[in-house]
């Protein structure tokens, strides 16, 4: 009798230990299935930080006759936050620059003269190459060139995120998984853009290699006529001269 109690106790103990063991294995996984996802939530993070442009800074350096331009290729319905200020290292003799900042089909969005410092916003109707030229005015510094610090954003990097994290009262991992969220979207809307764009642009070449293709035709229509004329008329001039 006692040896089956002790029989049945070490039975009991060894799958004790074996749920346990089994328990530790399964908690191990889960560690590591953490482990596996928050790596590759951060890997994606980090990807979209790379390809979402979080704004653009650019110095110009202007010389006393010419122009500076500064362009990005913008989809239509996109925010467009800019500012500039001329960087002078003779704080009380500031010169002055004009401004003029154009849409792709020439439309004037911003336009400013004799000024040191400015910004200008709009928001994007059509899809094209914005442009904003920078001109010094000669009279205000001499044959100097100016320089002119620029800060040009776009899309995500112009919200106000403060604001709306005030607003809609979130802050934290919350305000980084809507950023998260809004730069997924902005990408969405590039690639669907890319592919509007390589649709069109397929569609410009098809057209152009059928009327290649056509004019080729037609070319060498052409010229099987005009032989024919020539062999005709080459006959008739010979008979005419009885050489043949």
């Not at 979080?54 to 122009?67: K, M, S």
Request: net charge positive.
């Amino acid at each position: 009798m006692n040896k089956q109690k002790n029989d049945r106790e070490q039975r009991s103990a060894t799958t004790t230990i074996r749920g346990s063991m089994n328990t530790m294995g399964k908690s191990v996984s889960s560690m590591k299935m953490a482990a596996k996802k928050m790596q590759h939530g951060l890997l994606t993070a980090l990807l979209l930080l790379i390809i979402v442009p979080v704004g653009e800074g650019v110095w110009l350096d202007v010389p006393t006759t010419g122009t500076k331009c500064v362009s990005e290729e913008i989809q239509s319905n996109v925010v467009v936050l800019a500012d500039y200020i001329i960087i002078s290292e003779d704080d009380s003799l500031l010169p002055t620059i004009s401004v003029k900042v154009t849409s792709p089909y020439g439309k004037n969005l911003h336009h400013m003269e004799n000024v040191t410092v400015g910004e200008f916003a709009f928001t994007t109707q059509e899809s094209g190459n914005y442009m904003a030229c920078f001109t010094a005015d000669t009279k205000s510094h001499g044959n100097k060139n100016v320089s002119i610090s620029v800060d040009w954003k776009t899309g995500i990097a112009a919200k106000d995120w403060k604001n709306i994290a005030k607003k809609e009262k979130i802050e934290g991992v919350e305000l980084e998984i809507r950023k998260l969220e809004a730069s997924v979207e902005a990408i969405h809307e590039n690639l669907v853009y890319i592919r509007n764009k390589e649709a069109d642009m397929r569609t410009v070449s098809e057209k152009t290699n059928s009327r290649v293709a056509w004019f080729s035709t037609m070319s060498m229509g052409i010229c099987i006529a005009v032989s024919g004329i020539q062999v005709v008329y080459l006959k008739q001039y010979f008979q005419k001269k009885k050489l043949i």
